[in-house]
């Protein structure tokens, strides 16, 4: 008798499964290279090649809209046009409290782009000491100078007739 309930288990389990095989989803993406456009007629890019190799090994077959922007790839994800979005959408706190995101398969951030030298830690310092003394810099910098010393000379000028304990009467120190 066990045997028999488990056959029918099985059976239920394979034709409550059938639905969802058959089932064509429904894809939005948006054209954004190198993760979705359009190539010789067809849709490709990374995330395209991933979906569609996730649909032949797990047997789903689907079809793809194309949109303009990630807004109209959630509102079809929201009004339920679409089941699945694939293309480049960035995970942020307001989409994630509307559609589950799987696993970030590609991470963007702050990059930062120098001239490359090819030399190695010399050529590297040698470059930053050029970039940090340039001539606007030192321009700068003599242009202070020179501020600093008429601002304490008016200063020394005024104030050493008035307050002559502080401030020596010439610019020479007696000794």
């Known amino acids: 008798m066990n045997a028999w309930r488990y056959f029918v288990l099985l059976i239920l389990t394979l034709v409550a499964g059938a639905p969802l095989r058959a089932e064509t989803l429904k894809v939005v993406t948006r054209y954004i290279e190198p993760f979705s456009f359009e190539k010789e007629g067809r849709t490709t890019g990374y995330s395209m090649e991933l979906w569609n190799e ?11 809209q ?13 009004n339920k046009t679409a089941d699945v979005a694939v293309a480049a959408l960035s995970i942020t706190s307001e989409r994630e409290a509307v559609v589950d995101f799987t696993q ?3 991470e963007s951030g702050l990059r930062i782009m120098v001239a490359g030298g090819g030399g190695g830690t010399l050529a590297s310092i040698w470059q930053m000491v050029k970039n940090l003394f340039n001539l606007q ?20 000028r005024y104030e050493h007739k008035v307050n002559g304990g502080m401030w020596p009467e010439n610019y020479r120190l007696n000794k």
């Open 54 to 64: 996730l649909c032949r090994e797990a047997s789903i077959t689907s079809e793809v």
């Open 66 to 78: 194309v949109v303009g922007s990630a807004a109209e790839m959630v509102d079809a994800l929201k």
């Open 104 to 106: 970030p398969f590609y």
């Open 137 to 156: 810099l030192v321009g700068l910098f003599l242009l202070l100078l020179l501020v600093m010393f008429l601002v304490s000379h008016l200063v020394w």
